[in-house]
């Protein structure tokens, strides 16, 4: 099944400051997800972007996607200690109704 | 208010015992899913109900077997269990029958521990 892969695999940043992170997947997709996890906790769905938008924003966070280069990121300005958490990327270009997961960022937000 | 409510979270258990997970959904969601996660976080899915049929039946042994008694319900059974079978097991539910145009909402998970 389809599999985006996130880069960076990990991340520490101060807090205050941006955290970016990318996603890369390889055939064509109709929506990219991004997830967040934190620590012993089920995922939270952040943001649904479909092909046909280059960019989304909700609150502090920024998806961005390129069709042509099959990739996203994730941006989170401003980041705060309660952002510390993996984050995931997932897409539908599994078929057959399935999102197929990244392996996910692990990102450090120290205070 | 639990939106997606799995029980129990912690579950250590000796190799070769039968184990069940329940997993309840007050969402009114039309389609259910049980993922498994590895120690490196990795998400694969293992089945997917919409409206009580099966839609997805990954490769998994058939020491797995999910039962859905209605929509808002999906348990997974699980027979002599290995010590590969150790993970973490999130069930997850989403609208619609087109599952992937909508965001998926998770229950907390519930860690398997064979033993």
């Known amino acids: 099944s389809q599999q985006g892969e996130e880069d960076p695999q990990a991340l520490s940043i101060q807090e205050g400051e941006n955290a970016t992170m990318n996603c890369s997947y390889k055939?064509?997709?109709?929506?990219l997800q991004w997830y967040r996890q934190n620590s012993g906790r089920g995922l939270v769905h952040l943001i649904l972007?479909?092909?046909?938008?280059r960019e989304k924003h909700s609150g502090r966070l920024r998806v961005t996607l390129d069709t042509s280069k099959k990739s996203s990121s994730l941006l989170i300005t401003a980041s705060r200690a309660a952002d510390t958490a993996s984050y995931f990327c997932?897409?539908?270009?599994?078929?057959?109704?399935?999102?197929?997961f990244g392996k996910g960022n692990q990102v450090v937000v120290i205070p | 208010d639990t939106a997606v409510s799995q029980t129990p979270k912690y579950l250590v258990t000796q190799m070769g015992n039968d184990k069940s997970i329940k997993c309840e959904q007050n969402?009114?969601?039309?389609?259910m899913y049980w993922y498994k996660q590895d120690s490196k976080k990795f998400l694969k899915i293992m089945f997917s109900?919409?409206?009580?049929?099966?839609?997805i039946n990954e490769t998994v042994p058939n020491r797995f077997s999910p039962k859905s008694p209605d929509k808002a319900h999906l348990n997974l059974h699980i027979n002599s269990l290995e010590l590969g079978d150790s993970a973490v097991y999130f069930c997850?539910?989403?609208?619609?029958?087109?599952?992937?145009?909508?965001?998926?909402?998770f229950g907390s998970g519930t860690r398997l521990t064979v033993v």
């Open positions: 055939t064509s997709i109709n929506n």
């Open positions: 969402l009114g969601h039309d389609t």
């Open positions: 997932a897409t539908d270009a599994g078929g057959n109704n399935r999102l197929a």
């Open positions: 997850a539910s989403s609208l619609g029958q087109g599952a992937t145009n909508y965001g998926y909402t």
């Open positions: 109900y919409n409206n009580k049929e099966l839609i």
């Open positions: 972007i479909r092909s046909n938008e």
